[in-house]
T-cell receptor
Framework: GAGVSQTPSNKVTEKGKYVELRCDPI?????LYWYRQSLGQGPEFLIY????????DSGLPNDRFFAVRPEGSVSTLKIQRTERGDSAVYLC???????????FGPGTRLTVL | GQNIDQPTEMTATEGAIVQINCTYQ??????LFWYQQHAGEAPTFLSY????GLEEKGRFSSFLSRSKGYSYLLLKELQMKDSASYLC??????????????FGGGTRVLVKP
């Protein structure tokens, strides 16, 4: 596809459940970022991958959050024991090796009941 | 740490000009982005400034003063479709934080007929 894609677009789960959010970056983009955006606020950085490795995971709020990018392309954000406070839009972005812009996907709206 | 401030909301009339200011305090500055975000959609790239001065791109211009920690986005000949949130984001140095972006809270611009 032409842009960053994220699935699912919406996810409703119950408190305590496990969820996985998927991001498919633009082909050839080596850097991949996850952000979280709450209503009326700007996106908040979670984790950054350069290739397969997590270069910076300082934004992950706690050890319930984990992300992988095993082949340097698709990434999965995993949240264990979800809490109501995890409800937000989770945005993925990717950027090419030679340009600074980050291109965002449409996001996954996570609702924890 | 990082601190990015921008007004919460602005209202302007179709055809007019609006200037959205952004001030920042951050270490390891490596450029400033402006993104546009319509409700329920992904942020889309508008501009990137890394050197002082004005960058013009059609109806949109962006200005940066690194010594003052200040940027603005200027929207000219406002159209109804320009009603959106405008996000100011600081890019960090790779060695400091891997090109991650720190966003302000966003400025919601409402264009009235």
């Amino acid at each position: 596809g032409a842009g960053v894609s994220q699935t699912p677009s919406n996810k409703v789960t119950e408190k305590g459940k496990y969820v996985e959010l998927r991001c498919d970056p633009i082909s050839g983009h080596t850097a991949l970022y996850w952000y979280r955006q709450s209503l009326g606020q700007g996106p908040e950085f979670l984790i950054y991958f350069q290739g397969t490795g997590a270069a910076d995971d300082s934004g992950l709020p706690n050890d319930r959050f984990f992300a992988v990018r095993p082949e340097g392309s698709v990434s999965t954000l995993k949240i264990q024991r979800t809490e109501r406070g995890d409800s937000a839009v989770y945005l993925c972005a990717s950027s090419p090796p030679t340009r600074p812009e980050q291109f965002f996907g449409p996001g996954t709206r996570l609702t924890v009941l | 740490g990082q601190n990015i401030d921008q007004p919460t909301e602005m209202t302007a009339t179709e055809g007019a000009i609006v200037q959205i200011n952004c001030t920042y305090q951050t270490s390891g500055f490596n450029g400033l982005f402006w993104y546009q975000q319509h409700a329920g959609e992904a942020p889309t790239f508008l501009s990137y400034n890394v050197l002082d001065g004005l960058e013009e791109k059609g109806r949109f211009s962006s200005f940066l003063s690194r010594s003052k920690g200040y940027s603005y986005l200027l929207l000219k000949e406002l159209q109804m479709k320009d009603s959106a949130s405008y996000l100011c984001a600081v890019r960090h140095r790779p060695e400091a934080a891997g090109n991650k972006l720190t966003f302000g809270g966003g400025t919601r611009v409402l264009v009235k007929p």
